[in-house]
């Protein structure tokens, strides 16, 4: 293997999304960290300077560690483990590890002794713990580097909080310093990756885009690229990126307005795009109907998604012969999260699966014909690369839309009640609702959410009353985590609290989008009015086929949510002012009868329905 050209820091992902959390902050170091997974080959960790091992939902004490490659012990770089690694360290050291000692929430660490990993640091630190097992022995060679104290009418710490040994390199914390809990817990990795492991902060954007630009060249030769450029930041941020690799005039972009993109959007991209200096190869195509054929008669939200996607390779491989580009590379925005939720690392579940991964995509990708240059960056750090490029902040700053766009957001059905797990939802449910002085009511519909890792297609429950937000908030929280069957709260902000749901039989067909199309674009003005566009990450709007009224009408819900990276959200709370607008503008909408806002946090709601 290459020496690699930056120093570098190897995460194993014991599963859960931590380690992504642990990854991004090594990178806010300006140092390239990667997830590697615990069964990856010896040589896979070959050139790193130093191994982070995460925490995980197994446990440490049964022995469930799945066989990780347990040769990284045998490297001479320095290791340290959080949680499950830390206990993982310690067992392999000959310590020894029991189910028991929970710890959960903040505690404070007590620092024995100075230590470079605590370098700049308080004797006593606040931690962040979420933990069964601990360590209750230390092998040869360790020692204790700090101990937990919780305060006394929680009944006393426990030892062995921090432990390592220099000579060996090994460290381990039973606490999660990933997370902002952790007061200094930014400070800790910084310690061991730059001062232990010694790794120079080299891995700016400038330098990751002149490395793209090398590795972009060096993959599409002299041939062109074709990329399909949805509006969005990524294909926008990979357009400019391509544009300045290899020129412009050996770049074709496609715009698709496959029926399901926002209300006067796609005129909107091609201006955008126009204005960018990308050549004079974009491309436009009206392909709605297209789409919307071949949606017809589709309800499961995989399904659609499926479709959405096939539909999509058929466009751009019709469009390019039409153009007489049909030997071109692909190109395509990916950016990492896309490929870890369709269950891209080996640990992660399905939970949705991406357009840019359906199975013909993947078999473009085999035979090496799909370039993707930011399918190693995350959100924010995609945005940060649009800045170097020069993209005009608003540009960069736009919503993230997903790529089957209203797709997701118009949920379909085939008109039957779906109320099996009613008989174990209701009754937990109606008592935990009058606990907090709401009305309460199951939704004989399914959307798709993520609970423990794992895709969950459960039941959304409608609340109803006026205590606000705050504790809206905690009683969905409660609701989600005590009554089975469920994976989504929402609000209702119509004038009364509904009785009944019906489910009404509803495809996707270009009147319901239209309608949909509306409601977003109310809300997308609300939210611009209000100044409130840049303060939420995002908004969707979904348009659920759910009678109210008894006559057919719709549900419109609302999802604003805050989140930096997509794979974890809270929901944001809007004023009463815009509520009460949206509330007047959206129920006046033929075809709806009810408005609702989603107050799940993820998870176990995903961020869109489907
Ligand atoms: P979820 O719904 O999985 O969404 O919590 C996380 C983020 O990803 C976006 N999203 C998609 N983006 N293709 C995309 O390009 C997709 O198929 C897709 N599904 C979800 C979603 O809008 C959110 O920002």
Not at 89 to 104: C, F, L, P, S
Not at 186 to 212: D, K
Not at 242 to 269: C, Q, T, W, Y
Not at 399 to 404: D, R, S
Request: aromatic share 6%.
């Amino acid at each position: 293997m290459p020496q690699p050209v930056h120093d570098q820091i190897a995460v194993v992902d014991f599963g859960g999304q931590y380690a992504h959390l642990i990854a991004t902050k090594v990178r806010r170091l300006r140092v390239l960290a990667e997830i590697r997974q615990p069964e990856d080959p010896i040589e896979m960790f070959a050139g790193y300077k130093g191994i982070i091992l995460s925490g995980s939902p197994s446990f440490s004490s049964f022995g469930e560690d799945s066989g990780y490659t347990k040769a990284i012990y045998d490297l001479d770089i320095p290791i340290l483990g959080f949680c499950f690694g830390h206990q993982e360290i310690a067992k392999h050291y000959g310590g020894q590890v029991v189910h028991g000692g929970r710890e959960w929430g903040r505690a404070s660490l007590h620092i024995v002794h100075d230590h470079p990993l605590f370098k700049g640091l308080a004797p006593v630190e606040p931690v962040f713990m979420s933990h069964y097992d601990s360590v209750v022995s230390l092998g040869e060679g360790f020692e204790e580097l700090g101990y937990t104290a919780l305060g006394e009418s929680e009944g006393g710490g426990h030892r062995y909080a921090a432990i390592g040994s220099d000579r060996l390199r090994r460290y381990g914390f039973q606490f999660h310093p990933e997370v902002d809990d952790t007061v200094h817990g930014h400070e800790m990795i910084a310690n061991f990756v730059l001062n232990i492991c010694g790794c120079a902060p080299s891995w700016t954007m400038e330098r990751y885009l002149e490395e793209q630009v090398e590795r972009v060249r060096a993959q599409v030769g002299d041939q062109s690229v074709f990329l399909l450029a949805s509006g969005g930041v990524d294909s926008t941020v990979a357009a400019k990126l391509f544009a300045l690799a290899i020129g412009p005039d050996r770049l074709h972009l496609l715009h698709v307005d496959n029926g399901l993109m926002r209300k006067g959007e796609s005129r909107a991209v091609v201006e955008t795009l126009q204005s960018l200096g990308l050549g004079a190869h974009i491309h436009f195509v009206d392909a709605s109907e297209t789409f919307l054929a071949a949606l017809a008669g589709a309800i499961e939200p995989e399904r659609k998604r499926q479709i959405i996607g096939d539909t999509f390779v058929e466009v751009f491989e019709r469009e390019a012969r039409r153009l007489g580009i049909e030997d071109h590379l692909l190109g395509q925005g990916t950016i990492y999260p896309d490929t870890i939720e369709t269950g891209g690392t080996k640990r992660s579940d399905t939970i949705k699966t991406h357009h840019n991964r359906v199975p013909v995509i993947e078999r473009m990708i085999a035979a090496g014909r799909v370039v993707e240059p930011l399918a190693e960056l995350y959100k924010v750090e995609v945005r940060e690369l649009g800045e170097q490029l020069g993209i005009p902040r608003d540009m960069i700053w736009r919503h993230p839309f997903p790529g089957p766009g209203l797709g997701v957001r118009l949920l379909c059905s085939n008109g039957v009640e779906d109320r099996e797990a009613f008989g174990e939802i209701e009754p937990p449910l109606a008592a935990l609702a009058a606990r907090y002085g709401l009305e309460a009511l199951a939704l004989p519909i399914r959307s798709v959410g993520v609970k423990a890792d794992l895709r969950a297609y459960e039941h959304p429950v409608m609340l109803g009353g006026a205590i606000g937000w705050d504790r809206v908030l905690e009683a969905a929280g409660m609701i989600l985590k005590q009554v089975p069957a469920l994976n989504r709260c929402i609000w209702n902000l119509g004038p009364a609290m509904p009785k009944t749901a019906k489910p009404v039989a509803a495809g996707m067909t270009r009147e319901r989008l239209d309608l949909l199309r509306e409601a977003d674009a109310l809300v997308m003005d609300g939210l611009r009015r209000h100044g409130l566009y840049d303060a939420i990450w995002q908004c969707p709007t979904v348009l659920v086929p759910l009678s109210l009224d008894g006559r057919g009408r719709e549900l419109v819900i609302v999802r604003p949510i805050e989140s930096e990276r997509g794979m974890t959200a809270v929901p944001a709370p809007l004023p009463e002012a815009l509520l009460a607008e949206l509330r007047d503008a959206i129920l006046e909408l033929a075809g709806v009868a009810g408005l609702a806002i989603d107050v799940t946090s993820k998870p176990p709601g995903t961020i869109e329905w489907e």
